[in-house]
């Protein structure tokens, strides 16, 4: 069993990791502010021994003995809520893997960096490769997540060539499941809860854009057997389901399985929208054995549609 | 006259600039960790009563009172400099933007960001535009310089949408000129010194990348002119000498004006070594009062091989 440290670990993703890492018996350590994250979302954990949370922020330095891994999660990831305080975001992204790099350096950790599909920004390329140096904006509104998240690559990558720091980069593509935060902004969470409402579904410009969804177990698997592999292959290496949706499409799938009567109106389209997105997984799959997602999107949907509607939103 | 902050003052492009500016009058303060510049470069200023030397590392805050204009200049600039501490570099970068913005804004200052054209990497756009992404790795040795100069433009944009603090922003191409260090590998100050001492001059790769070399002087008008400008343009804005030559040319230009015996040797090209380099600047003509460059390659290099043959190698 080893000691593991998860910052984000209130969060979406976060909170997923850390139930699967304290199921297998480690030793669980969650670092979060609770900017975006819910104490909710590990309360099924608070009464384990294996389990225990901090409130911090990795913008500050933070000190801790005898950590194997360390999962650096902590970021604000949709786009309403990293574009809300973008130097904030930044500072986050950048001082919070400067912090977190330095601690796994002391401990002798690996870390792995929850990196992003945005260091590719709006595409040219496609399917995105790892190799693909992307096509973003670094003075536009996403540029405080885009360009935070590439700079904490530059970090990682210049922390290991340093000092030798074990360091592992996934960049992950869309995911959702349940913990998703209901009003959060992003196209999951709003298609599901306008569905479940009865309310408009909002597609930002034509819907002809494209994402491509993965289910978070399957990320979740993906991210486990990063910090693990044995070969020390850092990375980058893309972790997302290959199947490409429009964002029309999408709403038309949430709309057939909620049964809803919901109506599609169309809003304008933000600045800097990618048009369209889908990783490329050859790497992953060549270096984490085999990894490919097992869970379409209407499976996954189904299993997140059930989470929303037990969800009690006068509550958020 | 103005009360002017220029960070990396006794750099080869700050002391330029502070000369310039002590003598419209200025009240100059020059801040320097001297990590790569000289005490020398403004050591014909320092008995002025409009100029005053501080001792900082940007790293750190800095509080100072009735500040109009900072110029950020501190920052390693040549590969062989960024490189050697790349932590240290992005830190420089991004905590010196971080906390001059602050101290703009405090002082309602307007602040001129000294940026670069490696925001646009190793460019497939020829020549470069300012709305060009650029292509930049943000994984590899050049990195800790290019994604730190655009995390840098990433706040100060962000500073200024959050807070309306005034920003400027220059991405400045090759510059060269006296002052150079002579020991920087860049390739200017290698090739002159190389052909003055009669040792070989170094071509790393074949010789076919090209670059654009602007005289220092152009640059510190055109930086002046930015910061002064009264529309409130931002830029990013290029600023450079479109005239564009291969690395070969400039070596037989530096050998022919130094009436050198220097023979031509290659060595290994550097990983990520740009293949071209040329700004387009129509736009700083346009928002500059028709700024344009005064002075052509070779009546550059002639001051600034006066400059070298008049340096005493054995101190540095
Ligand atoms: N979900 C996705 O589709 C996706 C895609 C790409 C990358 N990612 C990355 O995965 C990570 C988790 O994303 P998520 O979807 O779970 O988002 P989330 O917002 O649900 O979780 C982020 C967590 O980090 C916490 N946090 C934010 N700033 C912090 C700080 N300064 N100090 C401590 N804690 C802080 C928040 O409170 C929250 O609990 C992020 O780094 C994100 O960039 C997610
Ligand atoms: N010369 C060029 O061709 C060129 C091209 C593009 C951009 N720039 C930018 O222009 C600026 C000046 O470049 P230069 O060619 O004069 O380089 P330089 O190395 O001669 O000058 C940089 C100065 O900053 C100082 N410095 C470095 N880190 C510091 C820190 N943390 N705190 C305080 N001072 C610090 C150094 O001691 C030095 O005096 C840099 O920001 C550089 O990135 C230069
Ligand atoms: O090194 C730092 C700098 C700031 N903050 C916090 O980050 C939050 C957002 O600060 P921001 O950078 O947006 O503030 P600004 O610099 O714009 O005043 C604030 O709560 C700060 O306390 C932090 O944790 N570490
Ligand atoms: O209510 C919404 C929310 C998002 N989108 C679109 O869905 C895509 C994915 O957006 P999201 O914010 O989920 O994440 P992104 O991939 O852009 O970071 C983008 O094209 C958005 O414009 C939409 O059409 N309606
Ligand atoms: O916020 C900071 C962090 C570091 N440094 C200085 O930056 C230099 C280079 O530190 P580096 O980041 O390379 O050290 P590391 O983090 O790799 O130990 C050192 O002299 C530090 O004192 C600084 O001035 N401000
Ligand atoms: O002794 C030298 C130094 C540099 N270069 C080349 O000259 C170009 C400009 O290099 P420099 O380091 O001056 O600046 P850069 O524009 O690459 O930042 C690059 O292609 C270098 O590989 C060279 O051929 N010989």
């Not at 360009?147 to 904490?152: D, F, L, P, S, V």
């Not at 340093?162 to 935060?181: A, D, S, W």
């Not at 990375?235 to 038309?252: K, M, Q, S």
Request: proline fraction near 5%; include cysteine; glycine fraction near 8%.
């Amino acid at each position: 069993f080893k000691r593991i440290l998860v910052t984000g670990g209130a969060g979406f993703l976060g909170s997923h990791l850390c139930t699967r890492l304290v199921g297998e018996g480690h030793d669980v350590i969650c670092v979060d502010n609770l900017f975006t994250g819910q104490k909710s979302n590990v309360a099924h954990l608070m009464d384990k021994d294996n389990f225990e949370f901090i409130r911090h922020d990795i913008r500050e330095p933070l000190q801790l003995e005898g950590l194997d891994q360390i999962y650096n999660l902590a970021c604000p990831a949709a786009p309403g809520h990293y574009q809300w305080d973008p130097i904030g975001t930044m500072k986050t992204c950048i001082l919070g893997a400067i912090n977190m790099l330095d601690l796994a350096k002391y401990n002798g950790a690996t870390i792995l960096q929850a990196s992003t599909s945005e260091c590719y920004g709006d595409p040219l390329v496609h399917p995105q490769t790892e190799d693909y140096r992307g096509n973003v904006s670094c003075t536009g509104p996403r540029a405080c997540y885009d360009e935070g998240k590439r700079a904490a690559e530059t970090l990682f990558f210049d922390h290991n060539r340093m000092h030798g720091t074990k360091i592992r980069i996934v960049r992950i593509f869309n995911t959702y499941g349940p913990n998703l935060h209901p009003y959060d902004g992003r196209v999951v969470s709003n298609f599901i809860r306008q569905a479940l409402a009865g309310e408009d579904i909002t597609i930002y410009g034509d819907g002809q854009q494209t994402r491509s969804f993965q289910y978070v177990d399957d990320l979740i698997e993906a991210m486990i057997r990063m910090v693990n592999n044995e070969d020390d292959f850092t990375g980058p290496v893309n972790t997302g389901n290959p199947h490409e949706f429009t964002i029309r499409e999408l709403a038309d799938i949430v709309i057939r399985l909620t049964n809803s009567e919901s109506k599609i109106v169309h809003m304008p389209a933000p600045v800097d929208d990618p048009v369209m997105r889908r990783p490329d997984i050859t790497l992953a799959k060549e270096k984490l054995g085999g990894w490919e997602p097992t869970i379409q999107l209407e499976e996954g949907l189904v299993k997140t549609i059930e989470y929303f509607a037990n969800l009690d939103l006068t509550k958020w």
